[in-house]
């Protein structure tokens, strides 16, 4: 690997490459850790590390009402989306790759924005669980229903990750 380094370090001293293809080359050798960092250093400052998973859409919003009827009315007068499923405490819009829902307090629950989800690929939730517990155990992540994961952000913001085609 010293040959190797060596290489680069002379390439990039005679022009040979600029300051992106040496850091490049650099990673290639898995020297990316060493030069970037670990753990939130790395994503917080915009670091190179690769991501846990490979987010596609923003699968749906959750919000919490104390008024179903009455926030379903205030949603369809804003923005005219169609009502993709709704009974007494819920209603859901349909959106192109996702939904709005809008779902009835439980005890203990304030009026609000509860949390969003993001699409991932081929999802696989035991697996991200394991993940997650392993790369961020402070995000305190758990598994719902089998095939969901839920997790709260440095801010305590909540998050859901599930397969791209999830539906409730």
Same mark, same amino acid.
């Given at each position: ?74 949603? @369809? ?31 203990? @629950? ?29 995000? @305190? ?6 095939? @969901? ?20």
């Amino acid at each position: 690997m010293d040959d190797e380094l060596e290489r680069l370090f002379t390439m990039y001293d005679r022009g040979r490459l600029d300051r992106r293809q040496l850091l490049q080359g650099l990673l290639g050798l898995g020297l990316g850790t060493a030069l970037v960092g670990t753990g939130s250093d790395a994503s917080a400052s915009g670091g190179l590390r690769e991501p846990l998973f490979r987010a596609h859409t923003i699968n749906h919003v959750t919000i919490r009402t104390a008024d179903v009827t009455r926030s379903k009315a205030f949603y @369809q007068s804003l923005t005219g989306l169609a009502v993709r499923a709704e009974d007494k405490d819920s209603c859901e819009f349909r959106l192109d790759h996702g939904f709005l829902g809008l779902y009835a307090l439980e005890a203990g @629950q304030r009026a609000g924005y509860d949390h969003f989800c993001f699409g991932v690929d081929a999802f696989d939730a035991p697996r991200a669980l394991a993940a997650l517990k392993s790369a961020m155990p402070d995000a @305190q992540p758990s598994l719902e229903s089998g095939d @969901q994961v839920f997790l709260r952000d440095p801010d305590g913001v909540r998050v859901q990750l599930a397969d791209v085609k999830y539906k409730r």
